[in-house]
């Protein structure tokens, strides 16, 4: 890669960005707010969750300042909640080291819970015009075929290397549409799944992969490991039309958002009886609605629901439509939600 094809990438991205929210601005804490959704969510799901986001939250002092319930609340549906309990701590944080704003160099941004190279390479070269490269899987894609890059990306000295080699293109000119130029063609023509539209790529005549044909050999790919499944038995339990919904103060996976009663194995109907006994809950009917699945990262949970009507009073209990607009209840209840009247 030489500067005139980083050039003719600049050209290309001022030509053919896509119109996103977070490109009109120059604020750093928005460009970061962005920049922590995209991290592991799609843009196009982004966009709204972006907007309604800084529509509420239009400052890091009200960041600061919210409740956690709004917070999730905001969040629910992105999943990877740490991100957003940490960007909570970290606008904390700046408000407690007496900023008006996120920092503006990259070893104070990088102590902020959260920040790590990508995000605060992506912060400084976007809101400040710095020369600090932010290296995501578009990027590391790029640079993969590009290179025809062998190693693994996780080892320290890879990306270090890179690194070296991006600053060397970049100026204070050019550094926002560097960062984003970059994204932009790993996004839509350096593409993750299928062909890469080469004959349009600003790097053709210096990508060795193109030059063999071997695009879709990079970046080399890891050997994946297989999610464990974890079986779950969801109890909705109902009365008067409404249903029960509960805290999960379980450390760990969805702490702190709502959820249906849940225990993590697989229960029989009979088992579920001798539970409801056990436990002196008062029920008339046990109904199975499916059985659900939900992908996380590590994991994954195969769920079975059953709609438990009862005569047990509780202030948790409340109707479809509540617990839609009311609480954060993470994608996986949800999933199920939708199955309820
Ligand atoms: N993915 C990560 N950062 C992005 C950005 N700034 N624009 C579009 N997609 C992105």
Known sequence: ????????????????????????????????????????????????????????LPTIEDLAKVKEDTLLKLWEGLGYYTRARNLKKCAIEVKNLGLKTLPSEEKELKKL???????????????????????????????????????????????EEYTHLL?????????????EGFIELGAIVCIPNGLPHCAICPFAKVCKSYQENKMLEFPKKKEKKKRKVVHVTVFIFTKDGKYYI??????????????????EKNMTEKEIKEYLNLKKIPYTK????????????????????????????????????????????????????????
């Not at 490109?23 to 972006?50: C, F, G």
């Not at 600090?132 to 890059?149: C, F, H, K, M």
């Not at 600053?167 to 960062?179: G, L």
């Open 1 to 56: 890669m030489t500067i005139k094809e980083v050039q003719a990438l600049i050209l290309w991205y001022q030509k053919n960005k896509r119109d996103l929210p977070w490109r009109t601005t120059s604020d750093p804490y928005k460009i970061w707010i962005s920049e922590i959704m995209l991290q592991q969510t799609r843009v196009e799901a982004v966009k709204n969750y972006y907007q309604n986001f800084i529509q509420q």
């Open 113 to 159: 819970p959260g920040i790590g190279d990508y995000t605060s390479g992506a912060i400084l070269s976007i809101a400040y015009h710095k020369c600090t490269p932010a290296i995501d899987g578009n990027v590391i894609r790029i640079l993969s075929r590009i290179y025809e890059e062998e190693r693994d990306w996780n080892q320290k000295q890879v990306k």
């Open 167 to 179: 600053k060397t293109f970049m100026t204070e000119e050019n550094a926002r549409d560097f960062t």
């Open 246 to 263: 509960e805290k999960r103060t379980q450390k760990g996976l969805l702490h702190g958002l709502y959820e249906f009663y849940s225990l």
């Open 286 to 341: 046990i109904q199975f609605i499916d059985t659900f699945h939900h992908l996380f990262t590590h994991l994954e949970w195969e769920m079975k629901a059953y709609v438990i009507t009862t005569s047990k009073d509780n202030k948790n209990f409340y109707s479809k439509q509540e617990l839609e607009s009311k609480f954060s209840l993470p994608t996986a209840f949800r999933k199920i939600l939708k199955h309820l009247k």
